[in-house]
C-alpha cells in the first residue's frame, strides 16, 4: 500500500509479512475489511485521512494503469523488444487498488459487501448506450453518474 513500506515489505518473505495477520481463503468481504484495518494498524496508517487515502488510490490506479499499458506494449518507443508488465505486476496492483478501496469504505464505516449487493441489484436493472456521442447511461436510475457500472 504505502510506498516505503511497499520497499521494506519487498525485502521480506512472504511468511515474514503475512505471519502476523491472517486472512481465510473464500473469505467475505468484511473478513478483508477487517484485515486492511488490521494491516494499517500494524503498520500506523490509521491516522490517515480519506483525502490522503483518496489520492494515494489514485496513484495506485494509475500504476495499474501503467502495468497494463507496459503489458500490452502501448506506446513502448524507447523499448520495443523489451518485456510488457507481467500479469503478475498487474494483479499486484489490483490489490494495491483494492487495498485502498478498503481502507476508504473503513473509513466512511461503509459495508462494501452490502453496498455491493445493492448497487449491482440496481446494475441489473439500467442499461447504457453503446458509443457515440454522449453515450450514457440510456434508461434506469439518473442521478448523473453517466456511462458503465
Known sequence: MREG???????????????????????????????IHQLEALHGWLDVDLVHSCFLMGEEVGELFKAVRKHLRYFEEHDPQGEGASRQEIAHELVDVLNYLLAIANRL???????????????????????GEGGGEAGGEGGGEGGAP
Open 5 to 35: 513500506a511497499a520497499r521494506a515489505d519487498a525485502d521480506a518473505s512472504p511468511a515474514q509479512v503475512t505471519a502476523q495477520i491472517t486472512l481465510a481463503e473464500g473469505a467475505p468481504m468484511a473478513d478483508y475489511q477487517r484485515y
Open 109 to 131: 464505516n461503509i459495508d462494501l459487501e452490502g453496498a455491493f449487493r445493492h448497487k449491482n441489484l440496481i446494475n441489473q436493472g439500467r442499461t447504457w448506450a453503446q458509443g
